[in-house]
């Protein structure tokens, strides 16, 4: 049996629904455009949304945490959940200064993760390290564009970086689909 064989056998499942999966990479690429051209549209929604998910997960676990009054982990999971209640209703109150300062929070993320992996890359000299080191430089350069327009860029970059996954999530589906497409011919 081949190393490829499960991939195979994933692929010829694919094939029989492939067109299904053509119609998600192209609507997925369709709503990454759009959310392109609304990006300030966007990146308020998903702090609405990522609110909601908060208020629901906190209440979640809050009423988990009275289901296991016994454990030793009772206040714990109380807090946590009453934590992420306020912070839940703290991003639908405001939306746009949490889109800002979540933004802020990338910015900083980047230029981190950037500033590690250039080290890394350096000091580690791995095979094809020059990769990790263009990624490196690469993340750092959007960090340091992202906080030199903070707070501007707050209203914007959410829905940005949004609209681009949907665009590349929604090419790989519509590649993994020809390829389904092409097994399928080829059987």
Do not use: C
Not at 55 to 68: D, R, Y
């Amino acid at each position: 049996m081949s190393v490829n064989a499960p991939a195979v056998a994933d692929l010829e499942q694919f094939s029989r629904n492939w067109g299904w999966f053509l119609a998600l990479g192209i609507l997925m690429i369709v709503l990454g455009i759009v959310a392109l051209g609304s990006a300030l549209f966007v990146t308020l929604v998903s702090m609405i949304f990522f609110g909601w998910l908060l208020i629901f997960s906190g209440v979640f676990e809050v009423v988990q945490s009275f289901w296991q009054k016994r454990w030793g982990g009772f206040f714990l999971h109380l807090a946590v959940g009453i934590l992420y209640a306020i912070v839940g209703f703290m991003l639908i109150a405001n939306p746009e200064a949490s889109a800002v300062a979540l933004t802020l929070l990338m910015a900083i993320f980047f230029i981190v993760a950037g500033l590690f992996r250039i080290v890394a890359a350096f000091v580690m000299r791995f095979p094809q390290w020059g990769w990790m080191l263009i990624s490196g430089i690469a993340a750092l350069i959007l960090g340091l564009l992202i906080w030199q327009q903070w707070p501007t860029s707050g209203f914007w970059v959410i829905g940005l970086f949004i609209g681009i996954e949907l665009i590349f999530t929604g090419w790989s589906w519509i590649m993994l689909a020809l390829a389904a497409h092409r097994h399928g011919a080829r059987r």
